[in-house]
């Protein structure tokens, strides 16, 4: 009796999982370059580094998925408008959308070229800059497909690679812009919010240095009390393993230092909660 044959897998399913993990790959990269990114623009704004406190790589995604949700929103509606706008134009009116969309081209290229000579009007733009030289390059490549030149020629090959090369210029341009914003946005947001958050509570065995606006320090008269000195009017920006950062209530830029703890037994933090 012969014995049943097994059936073989596809012959895609290893080429489709080594695509499934690139991609995976190059999401989580993004993810974390973005992560970093905006922690280190939210560090700067309060004269920190980023680098001085070991950050996982956890804490970098974590970082970038609460501000990437919108961008990526707009990126799905503008594949599926671009998909829809090139089944109805494209397939109909094909060497006119060729003529309109290189003449868009040109024009968002020479915008974006000004924009850079003149850096006052580039740093107006702000963002606005990498994203018009992203559209410049993309709207460029969608001409070229729909009006190719001649396939496999050095000219084609070399002005495809230039036209992908500034779309991922341009594009990690814009992210890196985008990140730097958003990350100085949630320092501004945490300043804005500190005077109604929880006040945080040092309990100090000796008098330390600790000082701002907003803050106030108790001497605990009870002979029996492990600690002596109780400080108040804190917030807590950042914990590590082994340190505290913290900032007073009325934290102002500026005007206003942070404070770095260690955290050990001759310090208590209690938090409490308004």
């Known amino acids: 009796m012969s014995s049943p044959e097994v059936a073989e897998p596809p012959s895609w399913w290893p080429r489709g999982l080594v695509t499934l993990f690139s991609e995976l790959a190059a999401i989580g990269a993004v993810l974390y370059y973005f992560g970093w990114a905006s922690s280190q623009a ?3 704004y309060f004269g920190l580094n980023v680098r001085w406190f070991e950050l996982s790589t ?5 970082q970038s ?8 929103l707009w990126l799905c509606a503008a594949t599926v408008l671009a998909t829809y706008l090139h089944g109805r134009l494209a397939t109909r009116f094909r060497r006119r959308t060729v003529t309109v969309v290189r003449a868009a081209a040109g024009i968002l ?3 974006a070229c000004f924009a850079y000579i003149y850096p006052r009007f580039g740093y107006a733009l702000d963002i606005g800059l990498p994203l018009l030289m992203t559209a410049a390059a993309g ?3 969608y001409a070229d497909h729909l009006a190719p030149l001649a396939t496999g020629s050095p000219v084609a090959r070399g002005r495809a690679a230039a036209l992908v090369g500034v779309c991922l210029l341009g594009g990690f341009w814009a992210l890196s812009l985008y990140a730097e914003d958003e990350g100085e946005g949630i320092a501004r947001s945490f300043v804005g919010a500190a005077p109604h958050a929880a006040d945080v509570l040092v309990y100090s065995k000796e008098r330390i240095a600790v000082a701002g606006t907003g803050v106030s320090v108790l001497d605990i008269p009870a002979k029996d009390s492990h600690y002596r000195f109780r400080y108040a009017g804190l917030r807590i920006l950042l914990h590590t393993k082994d340190r ?9 830029r500026g ?5 770095v703890l260690p955290d050990g037994d001759d ?8």
Do not use: C, E, H, N
Request: glycine share 0%.
């Open 42 to 44: 939210t560090f700067a």
């Open 58 to 62: 956890t804490d970098y995604v974590m």
């Open 65 to 72: 998925l609460q501000s990437v949700f919108d961008p990526f």
């Open 109 to 111: 290229a020479a915008v």
């Open 139 to 141: 709207a460029a490549a």
């Open 244 to 252: 505290f950062v913290l900032v007073p209530a009325l934290w102002q």
């Open 255 to 259: 005007r206003d230092t942070v404070i």
């Open 267 to 274: 310090l208590r933090i209690d938090v409490l909660a308004r």
